[in-house]
């Protein structure tokens, strides 16, 4: 048999490409293939397993590598209020969170998962588990696809393989061969939204930051590269055991890690009081020394960011912080005043791509045609997902990716 479409993969955008594909052209013979028993794990595990689907704003500039036009004409022939139809319909209504983060109203990945799989099987998809794609070979007629259960022929073969990250859900890098294979050029990988391993002078976390693992506050962690500022996030941050976590640290990994796979010198600071820089937490460190004179340094400072941090901020600058506010120097004020609002997040390395939530880097997005997704290098291959240079950010924006790149594949793969 000669199947008119293929799908190597079956994660979020694999699944979504047969389902539009199916639905727009029913007569295709639709053949979705995945090397894992059980389909989309990574979706299971995604957003703590309640699967952040998408945001309720989604712009080019919530992503980077490839061209921020070539992502901006994807993102538009799917908008989020397409993806949220779309989920309506398959019985998945989604709720809003904080910053727009848009999840099912039963906080379930599975729910999401099983009516993903729901789609595919009532619109006459034909889902292969445990058929892990060996190679792929272009032919004069279209394409034969070698797998572990034998070859299958195709018109036309969508790659959706993942990149690298949470390789056990099976995004193993396995799809940048094939790519490669048939004239794709691939930009190099790191991972990207992953936690942040820190440490000073060869001490590991722990031993600089003692009680705080396991305190979230809100922060702004700045890096900058070279001298220059190249990236800034502002959100929730979680001190762990081995560094820090959170929003604002994986959505600032990408950068780090692409700055050091440059081989660039970086230096990443935290402000541990967002709402206040550096002129407005003097005025307030004078403002409590007229009206609260007689209060402890550790106290007042303990309202402004966790007690545990409090502490070990005036251990680490070696000030007492039973010292009455009107005892504070002016040298140890601006000394904490400037540890506040800068204070060292050496970073060495990241937890790598078992803990990473996306891939940065990955094929070339100018090889592929933006309203089509299909290759420029291989006419009848189409790639989409995360295999893509493309990585968002944090809440959601890289399954809208996934949804929209599959959107856009459907409409090439139907009109060819």
């Keep these: ?149 034998g070859e299958l022929i195709a018109r036309r073969v969508v790659l959706a393989t993942g990149g690298m990250s949470l390789p056990k ?33 060869g001490k590991d976390a722990s031993a600089i930051h003692g009680t705080w693992s396991g305190i979230s506050q809100q922060v702004i962690l700045t890096l900058r590269t070279e001298g220059s500022v190249t990236a800034r996030e502002r959100g929730s941050m979680l001190w762990t055991h081995f560094g820090i976590s959170g929003p604002a640290a994986l959505d600032l990994s990408r950068h780090w890690l692409r700055a050091r796979l440059e081989g660039r010198d970086t230096e990443a600071v935290a402000t541990l009081t967002p709402d206040l820089d550096f002129e407005s937490l003097e005025s307030f460190w004078l403002e409590q020394a007229r009206q609260r004179p007689r209060a402890m340094l550790g106290t007042i400072l303990a309202t402004q960011i966790p007690a545990a941090v409090a502490d070990g901020v005036l251990a680490g600058l070696g000030i007492d912080a039973s010292t009455t506010l009107a005892s504070v120097t002016r040298d140890d004020r601006r000394r904490l005043t400037h540890a506040l609002t800068g204070w060292p997040v050496p970073i060495v390395d990241s937890r790598g791509y078992n803990f990473a939530e996306a891939t940065a880097g990955g094929i070339a997005l100018q090889e592929i045609d933006p309203t089509t997704m299909e290759s420029r290098c291989c006419p009848g291959l189409y790639l989409v997902g995360e295999m893509l240079d493309v990585d968002g950010r944090l809440g959601g924006f890289n399954f809208q990716w996934a949804w929209s790149g599959a959107a856009v594949a459907a409409r090439g793969l139907t009109r060819s």
């Design 1 to 149: 048999m000669t199947w008119d479409v293929i799908v190597v993969g079956a994660g979020a955008a694999g699944l979504a490409t047969a389902i539009f594909t199916r639905r727009r052209r029913p007569e295709a013979s639709v053949l979705l293939l995945d090397g894992a028993k059980k389909p989309g794990a990574k979706i299971l595990v995604s957003g703590g397993g309640r699967c952040n689907v998408t945001n309720t704003v989604v712009t080019e500039r919530d992503y980077r590598g490839g061209p921020p036009t070539i992502v901006r004409r994807v993102l538009r022939a799917l908008t989020v209020a397409d993806t949220v139809r779309f989920f309506a319909d398959a019985g998945v209504s989604l709720h809003e969170e904080h910053d727009g983060k848009l999840f099912p109203d039963s906080n379930s990945a599975r729910q999401v998962l099983d009516a993903l799989l729901q789609q595919a099987a009532a619109g006459g998809v034909e889902l292969r588990s445990s058929h892990r794609v060996v190679s792929v070979h272009q032919t004069d007629s279209g394409f034969r696809v070698v797998t572990n259960a």
């Design 169 to 201: 859900s099976g995004s193993d890098g396995a799809g940048y061969l094939l790519a490669r294979a048939l004239g794709h050029t691939l930009v190099a990988t790191t991972p990207a939204l992953a936690p942040l391993v820190l440490s000073v002078n």
